[in-house]
């Protein structure tokens, strides 16, 4: 089992610190990989002392002439003897780089080990023997590659003293290889013709390869890009709890990507609260100054209390993950019961974890044999592509932004039985991604404001069953209107006749209804509108949802009528059939409404009239910049 | 970060996840290098305080400086102290050799006390690089009923993604130094400040690498007197770490056994 823990980064004597490429060598197993390993070891002088000596002595007891592969089956030796866990990972230096070799080998367990170690590279090494040429394998590793995400594949055409080192075999096997990895989105870095055996073309251009006018393997390995390093990446904290051991209320998680310090604007995804990191708190030493980075596990408070949950995720304003329940996945399966469409999973994206269904398989491969599996389930080491749908909000990035968040596991019984990447997050319930270019509008938001003497905007009215919101957003809306304002009123229980026809009320169900009424009101608000939303919203998280979608436009209202009041009034009747039983799922008795914490504005339907609600309203839209007072400058903007 | 920083990072995330995800936990403090860094680092892991029992299963037979250390330091450090006696030498299978089989009165009374206090996870000081059966070790590692540990059938562990479902009546084994050399360990002590028992610094020609009971651990010859003078040991050194522990030397397989029937 290979833990990676990444190592220090290595200093050069001058104290710059050296680029540090991670990559994976994979090929048919006789074409001639561990001799590539230890000629590689060899000329870049990377070789322990007294190890060529021991392979000179082994070959020589065997009667074999001199071994290159030995060294690495004498480290699978010690591997599997468990001496350390830094033998699964060979260190050696080019000119430029540090290179660290993820060994990746055996066929049966092939796949847990490439994909544990291999997922993490930066780039990889194919191999192919020239004799031979393109094989099965060769093509099964490059997809395993395609699927690992790695992008940067130096191709080493081997054993090129079989076939007498010949440009044309080499131009033909470089043709073949090419199309493929090209057809699987993968471009070769290089193609080298070598003989790993004798040296050429490894570290050196020899006269046997003077036709070839590319790079070595050592150059084209000194030319792979590092990853970009976590912390030039966006902030990325996982929550793994909330302690409160003494007067703190300390955040603590592991920072996987940017960075972080007191002061700080930051929001608290999937619910997209915001705050301000107040200080970074630590032991024996507290607070810490300074900027702390990825891979530093740390502890934050912040300026304001705030519901936080373990699996959350805190990231800078402007540039936070995803919120999605809905994603798709690139997996490996490694439980026994094959996984199909349908199965209800747990899935864990770093501390946080959901109950999930699997939506649809799209692609079920045994890399193996390399065919899709006609019935689309997932076999024991198999791969495949599945859209998953999750029970929970989750916050998480594709994979390709983010490789530390936008990976995850999934258990069975409590056991982790695969694993993979987020290949794409959904923020709807699509079944097949699709490009969307947004269409702008014509008119610009001020020439819109000056028409109608306001900005966009989204009143939020919350409240219990029968508080007034309806009552209130309707007098809103005439009063709007009359003054030459153009309100619009988006009344929950109409949009459910049509647009959110498909929903229930289930928790899930009502969280879409919001989701939805907030992506209109905003739709709305953004062309100039002021939607007047009446909607009970009875969960914070939700109303925070529709906070976020429409940002800087929302204004929430809580219609903070007494419960007994709203009892009494009853119009729908609605109290009186739960009373009786019949309606299931109705907010208003009980306690599931989650009253508002930071309203704009708070009002008691019971303590004044309507118009002096609408007045109290339309105060509040002028004081926060809706409502202009008067009219500015009309004609130098129509 | 440096070296040491990242080793420390790691671990407490491993702290934090096992606190997170088990119900009750504790700390198997044997009063060593080891399992006092693993508080160190505890502590920092949860600011100051350890959130759960630090559980010393205890022989009888540590040396008195060990236990010197432990009163006084259980105190200074605020520990939740559970000090748990292990059953006499009868109790334990006579057909260990003798050194194992007095090393296997610690898994007894570690079976005992998980019976009393009900923990469902040990956080534990072992290291790959210690011994070879511990290599191949998870860092959140299942133990059956019977606190056994079934080397053949151990679960996936990947991206810092650990296993945190016992089934019912078993517990987990959590490894958070796992990662660890004991050059790292000996540089971490040194630059936390972390106090040490003096038995580990050259005394007339000899020091202990690695402290168990005093019947079964033997000093190496040593001119180390000084954490520094340490580190410069364990660079030229061939010996290994645990060649003063009796048991491992008995036969080839005394230690796995050990391991597999739940010795750390």
Redesign the interface.
Known sequence: ???I?????PATPNGTTRPQVRIVIVGHVDHGKSTLVGRLLHETGSLPDGKLEMLKAVSARRGMPFEWSFLLDALQTERD?????DTTQIRFRTNSRDIVLIDAPGHAEFL?NM??GA?QADGAVLIIDALEGVRDQTRRHGYLLHLLGVKQVAVVVNKMDRVDFSADRFKEISDEISAHLNGLGVKPTAVIPISARDGDGVAERTDRIGWYKGPTVVEALDQLEPARPLEALALRLPV??I?K??D?R?V???IESGSLIAGDEIVIMPAGKIAKIKSV????V?PVAGRQ?A???V?ITLDRELFIE?GDIVAHAGSAPRETRRLRARIFW?HDRPLAKGDQLLV?CG?KESRATVVAIEKAVDPGELSSSENKAIGRNHVGEIDISLSNSIATDPYTENPRTG?L?I?V?????G?GLVLSVDAGQRAVPVDIVPVESALRPDERSARYRHNGAVVWLTGLPASGKSTLAKALERRLFTNGGLPILLDGDTLRAGLNSDLGFSTADRSENIRRLAEVATHLARNGHIAIVAAVSPARQDRATARRIADTTFREIHVATPAEVCEERDPKGHYKKARAGALASFTGIGNDYEVPQAAELVIDTSARTVTEAADEIERMLKATGVLFDEVVDLAANI | MDHLDQLEAQSIYIFREAFARLKKIALLWSLGKDSNVMIWLARKAFFGKMPFPALHVDTGKKFPEMYRFRDHYGKEWDLDLRVEPCPPIDAVDPTLPPAARSAARKTEGLKMALGKFGFDGLIAGIRRDEEATRAKERVFSPRGLEGNWDVRDQPPEFWDHFNASPPQGAHLRIHPILHWTEADIWAYTKRENIPIIPLYLSQNGKRYRSLGDQDITNPVASTASSIDEILIELEQTKVPERAGRALDHETEDAFERLRVAGYL
Do not use: H, K
């Open positions: 089992m290979n833990m823990v990444t190592p220090a980064s003897q468990g001496i350390t866990i847990r994909i544990t997922s793994q709890a302690y051991f003494d703190r300390i603590a998680g592991r708190e630590s032991w024996p507290t980075g891979g530093r596990s502890g373990r490694l864990r501390p990976r596991v258990e019984s409590g056991r982790i039985a694993g």
